[in-house]
């Protein structure tokens, strides 16, 4: 009877070459082709410079902080705070940077509860800063901002009744006061649809 046959013994490389051939594949299979039809290398992306959060100028204060938090129990119990209400129910964060005319629009008008007469998403209608594009289109208003007389546009668009107040107009300041007044007492809602500005700054709304 003829001896069964057997495989021939596996080669066993030694320990050194082993870790040649395995360091030349891996440096193989990170050669890029050279010569005329060679890609060039892609050169390393530099990253974006960016920042979180910014730290409030003097004139203002952080409503968190103890002296925010006092001013807003003062004016609570001053009865000017009755439109914090409906309004802080409709705060948004904008949608870019550039969007803050747009985002205050959007809160005015949903504390208002004005009907948009459009759809949003689904069976809703309501306002985001994608409807209000009737006088002017997004993609611009993403380069530049509205000024605070393209943002009253925009909403007289939406059927609200707009006053633009100046701060920098001789007693616009005082005037703008007293409507702030007027309106924080009152409070918002209901559909009336008032709308007030201040108009001290230029490409934005606040």
Known sequence: RAAPSHPPPATT????????QLAAAAAASH???TGAGAA??????RPMPSFYKRTLPPT???LASPRGRQLFREALAGSYMEAWFPLSEQLVTQADPAFCGLS?????LNALQVDPRQQWKGVWRWYDEATLDCCFPLDEIRQRGVTMEQLASLLRCQ???????????PDGYEEFRERVKEVCGSGVGGGDGH????GGGGGGGG
């Open 13 to 20: 490389l030694p320990r050194a070459a082993l870790l040649v």
């Open 31 to 33: 050669m890029q082709p």
């Open 40 to 45: 060039a290398p892609a050169a390393a992306a």
């Open 60 to 62: 203002c204060i952080a």
């Open 104 to 108: 205050s629009g959007v809160v005015a």
């Open 159 to 169: 059927g609200a009744e707009t006053t633009v107040v100046h701060a920098e107009d």
């Open 195 to 198: 709308v007030d500005g201040d």
